[in-house]
């Protein structure tokens, strides 16, 4: 591998470092693009013979004389990330070009690693790992080559070959290997004097807007990521799905848009660290929720939550019957929550009934729909189901010059999306003088088979509509079932691709980003624990031992180990060499056979010193010499040297 | 051999690589702390695996080695002989790469490239032993900075080497210089040795040669005589070395003899001569297709002794010994 194949590799790596700078955002593409420009060009004019100086030494001493000023005010300016990852990409375009003086590979390798970590460490996407694992392998070329190099020059030699490729990948095996052995058990406690920054992670939103607005256009864009996943026992399944996750309740009209009324933040008291929302009616079951926070500290509890476990705090707001968290910085969170079949308030409510204006043509319709019926729930019921077979569902309303307003859905095109179905319901329940109002949320979402959880994804949002009854708000969805998020067919691979994706998501959220000091704390606890049940069961399974086992078992025990013992002694006597057994009768006559020595040479230093015994040990000698450096093998005859040895031996011991 | 500027004492040494990498691992770790971002604690534990298994790598590959010294047994004070390091990588796992075997008595360090896993090899290292006698190669010190270059390993590995170092011989200008013609160039030697004219008979001793056996007053005597023949002068020397080392005499000075003789002896076999070669307790003769090296192997490994011992000379004899009032070395020296 000759030096400029050498240095183009090295100059790849650099550029490979900050390639996830652009997917991440950290930084702006524009500096970055200059970077990878300036890299490019020395590698052209390395490729063509020249050198790597694309702009002279002296230049960029004076640029980085008057980008330092820069960098300060840019670092006071709170963006101090930015501001370092800039200047170490000017570093690394500075290396190469100084290398041409001195030799600073090194130092540019450990540049390449530090624009690296600044790439993974603002990265949260899994596919990171990719990059992960292409950048190991170069950069262990590049310190293996860097090892051969410098040990070479240190005793005066060159060094022309390249790295192999397969001890990369043995080296970056085991880095990965330990690594992930290191990743669980390094402590996850924070700094408590300096404490540093967590910069927004993510630019994800909900599909749910904060109001409806009707006078706009609603595009709704397919997002698989995922927002919360629930895990729910089998004796759940049946009465909590599909899956309904509230977020926003949209209690006040306003001139065709539907509102959340803001009554601010109250906190719960934790009792006995679960937070109780509401009090619960009819059977229990738990879940498991894991929620990624898209906007500020919102929860998406499933409808009949009645308490929730494992928060730090829980505050009931902005609107009523929404509730939110602290989320000190975190990303997402692991909390376990208690369902109802329904769920009653905590206290007693005033409901009013929505501003909703309702004209005589909408009070006919809704009238026409409940007939005979008085009590709230039936008339929900009638409402729903004349809605969902009377009406049509369409993702984009009829183009028309105005929007189409909810009067319009109910009386005349009756097709819409399910924020459509949805106000219509509260605007007939309305003008029955029934309490009702707009939920948003997400609907559905898909049981994952691998990892026993249902994935709720931002596509999944879903608009539906909660009646008062007069002592508990009761769920009804006027979309068409078979129209809500959640009803698209897939072929069996994709469902399984699907599945498998997201299981894998799921690792890395849940192992990987989210990975902290509580899942430190019960692994350890995990750990122990077995610990404890296997010693306690060893403990037990001695003493039934102890119990069974007799005087003649354990005579019997004994005689076998012996046995075996004598055994395996025997053949290791067989097995070991005989010329370790003539070292051995040497050194018992003061000769030290050392590795190098021969057999002939130790007789010679024998006979010198005691000619009598190399007299007797010099055909044994003989002997060994030809059965193991001639090609004839004779049947029997190392035993027979074994035999001879070991008379010699008591002759000379008597 | 001069100490390599990488020679250090103990076992193991940070290289300038490894120390700002150990930094900037620290760095990491520190970011990692404060901001508790996990994709920071993955690049940490990383590093930390790329520390710890060069380490081991480095560490578990030397541990492995073993070495073995072989190839010639004799050698020359002050000059490099080539022997054969059989070196054997015992691990089943590591490949052992870049080592450097660096020993006082290599004449440079030898790079080793590769060995490996449960592989043998031979590797050809130039010797430099400064004082004849024998040499005990007790230890050798392997180095190496392999994985990652981020330590520099050293191990010391204990040998069974023994190598008969013959004197130093003095360079050719003062060889030649010193070398006298031998005297009598046409004249025997009046000594037995090997010649043509019979110089004297003897009994038959065991071993004798049949050849030399006097068959007509081996008839007349009725046992087996032997003749001997009288050694060439023209063709052979008689050099006498006095190892006797006067108390004003210092240890270099008869270090010097010792090389003088040698290299006296050395050019002598050099141009065929038949040496018969004494001193207290040895007589050595070589002939034209014999080797000189059991005179070199006496001449390596005698001593001074503080008592005169009376030898056996001629008129002709080359005697090498220290001059009583001066302490020097004198080739001419009668006895």
């Known amino acids: 591998m000759n030096a400029r194949a050498r240095e183009i590799e090295l100059l790849l790596l650099t550029a490979l470092s900050g390639v996830p700078l652009y997917f991440n955002g950290a930084i702006g593409a524009a500096p970055l693009a200059v970077f990878h420009l300036a890299l490019a060009g020395m590698i052209y004019r390395i490729a063509h013979g020249g050198t790597a100086e694309i702009v002279p030494e002296g230049v960029l001493r004076v640029i980085a004389l008057v980008y330092v000023p820069l960098y300060i005010l840019d670092a006071i300016a709170n963006h101090a990330i930015a501001a370092s990852t800039h200047l170490v990409l000017f570093i690394a375009v500075y290396q190469p070009i100084e290398s041409i003086r001195r030799n600073n590979r090194a130092q540019r390798v450990l540049t390449a690693a530090l624009i690296f970590v600044a790439s993974v460490a603002t990265s949260t996407d899994i596919t990171i790992v ?47 290997v330990l690594a992930a052995v290191l990743f669980p058990i390094i402590p996850r406690t924070r700094n408590p004097l300096v404490q540093g920054v967590s910069g927004a992670l993510t630019n994800a939103t909900t599909g749910l807007s904060t109001t409806i607005d009707f006078s ?31 977020a926003n309740v949209y209690d006040r009209y306003m001139g065709h848009v539907w509102l959340q009324s803001s009554r601010g933040y109250r906190d719960l008291a934790a009792r006995d660290g679960i937070f109780e929302i509401a009090r619960p009616v009819g059977f229990k079951r738990s879940a498991r929720v894991q929620q990624r926070f898209v906007r500020n500290g919102r929860i998406y509890l499933p409808t009949g939550t009645f308490a929730i476990n494992g928060l730090v705090s829980v505050m009931e707001g902005p609107s009523p019957d929404t509730f939110t ?79 189409l307003t909810i009067e319009e859905f109910l009386l005349k095109d009756r097709r819409g ?25 997400f609907y559905g979402g898909k049981l994952n088979p691998l990892t026993g959880y249902f ?39 994709r469902t399984y691709l699907s599945a498998l994706n997201d299981s894998v998501n799921f690792f890395w959220d849940r192992y990987v980003l989210t990975y902290g000091l509580g899942d430190q704390v019960a692994f350890a606890m995990e750990v122990l624990m077995r610990l404890r049940n296997a010693l306690g069961r060893s403990h037990a399974s001695l003493s039934m031992f102890r119990q069974k086992f007799t005087f003649i078992d354990a ?23 005989l010329f370790d057994d003539l070292s051995g009768h040497l050194r018992f006559l003061g000769i030290e056979v050392g590795p190098a020595m021969t057999m002939e040479e130790a007789l010679r230093i024998l006979h010198d010193r005691r000619p009598e015994a190399a007299r007797d040990l010099a055909p044994l000698i003989a002997d060994y010499e030809d059965e193991m450096f001639s090609p004839r093998h004779v049947h029997g005859r190392v035993a027979a040297i074994r035999r001879a040895l070991a008379g010699v031996r008591s002759k000379l011991e008597t | 051999m001069t100490t390599q500027a990488w020679q250090f004492d103990g076992v193991v040494r940070f290289t300038r690589v490894g120390t700002s990498f150990l930094v900037f691992t620290f760095v990491i770790g520190f970011a990692a702390l404060n901001t508790g971002n996990n994709p920071l604690y993955i690049a940490l534990t990383f590093m930390l695996g790329c520390l710890l298994l060069s380490g081991i790598a480095s560490k578990g590959g030397l541990k492995h080695l073993a070495i073995e010294l072989r190839g010639a047994e004799e050698a020359w004070a002050g000059r490099p002989v080539s022997l054969v390091l059989r070196i054997t990588n015992r691990s089943a796992i590591w490949n052992v790469r870049d080592v450097a075997i660096v020993s006082d008595d290599l004449a440079q360090p030898v790079l080793v490239p590769i060995i490996g896993k449960r592989e043998t090899i031979d590797v050809e290292a130039s010797f430099l032993f400064q004082r004849r006698g024998i040499a ?46 031998i005297a009598g160039e046409q004249e025997n030697a009046n000594r037995p040795g090997v010649g043509t004219e019979i110089h004297s008979f003897r009994e038959y001793v065991r071993g004798d040669s049949l050849r030399q056996i006097y068959w007509k007053k081996s008839a007349s005597l009725g046992r087996w005589i032997m003749k001997q023949t009288e050694l060439d002068s023209a063709r052979a020397v008689h050099v006498v070395f006095d190892p006797y080392k006067p108390r ?33 307790r040895v007589t050595i003769v070589t002939s034209e297709s014999e080797s000189a090296s059991a005179a070199f192997h006496a001449l390596a490994l005698v001593e001074p002794l503080h008592e005169p011992v009376a030898q056996g000379a001629d008129e002709n004899s080359v005697v090498f010994a220290l001059q009583r009032e001066t302490g020097r070395g004198d080739e001419r020296a009668r006895a």
């Not at chain 2, 900075?145 to 011989?169: A, C, I, M, S, T």
């Open chain 1, 325 to 403: 968290t602290a989320t000190a910085g975190r990303e997402s969170a692991t909390f376990d929550i208690a369902m109802a079949r329904e769920v009653m308030p905590l206290r007693n409510e005033r409901v009013r009934i929505l501003d909703y204006p309702v004209t005589p043509a909408v009070a006919a319709l809704a009238h026409q729909i409940v007939g005979n019926a008085t009590d709230t729930e039936a008339q929900s019921r009638r409402i729903e189901s004349y809605m969902t077979t009377h009406f049509r569902y369409y993702m984009q309303p009829v183009q028309r010059a105005r929007p």
């Open chain 2, 248 to 280: 004003e005499a210092s240890d270099e000075a008869f270090e010097e003899l010792v090389s003088e003789t040698a290299t006296y002896l050395f050019h002598a076999a050099r141009r065929g001569l038949t040496i018969l070669f004494t001193m207290p």
């Open chain 2, 136 to 181: 005990h190669v007790k230890r050798i010190d392997l180095y190496t900075r392999y994985p990652f270059g981020f330590f520099l390993k050293k191990r010391r590995v204990r040998l069974e080497g023994d190598v008969v170092v013959f004197p130093r011989l003095l360079d050719e200008e003062a060889a030649r210089e010193r070398f006298r013609p």
């Open chain 1, 130 to 176: 990719l990059f992960v694992i292409v950048f190991g392998f170069m950069m262990f070329r590049q310190l293996i080559l860097l090892s051969h190099i410098e040990t070479a020059a240190s005793i005066g030699h060159e060094y022309d070959d390249a790295p192999s490729n397969r001890t990369a990948a043995f080296y970056l095996v085991g880095s990965t």
């Open chain 1, 216 to 246: 706009q256009q609603r595009a709704s864009v397919p997002d698989p990521s995922v927002v919360s996943r629930v895990w729910m026992g089998p004796d759940a399944l049946p009465f909590f799905t599909p899956l309904r996750l509230r």
């Open chain 1, 417 to 441: 999306h399910c924020e459509y179905f949805a106000a219509g319901m509260v605007a007939l329940m309305t003008a029955l003088g029934k309490p009702a109002h707009v939920v948003g949320g």
């Open chain 1, 555 to 577: 005579t019997n025990v004994v005689a076998v180990l012996a046995a075996l013992a004598a055994l395996v002694l025997f053949i290791r006597r067989r097995r070991r060499p």
């Open chain 1, 455 to 493: 994935a709720m994804r931002l596509e999944d949002a879903h608009a539906w509509v909660e009646v008062w009854t007069g002592d508990r708000w009761l769920t009804f969805d006027p979309t068409p079932a078979a129209m809500r998020p959640g009803n698209v067919r897939e072929g069996l691979l």
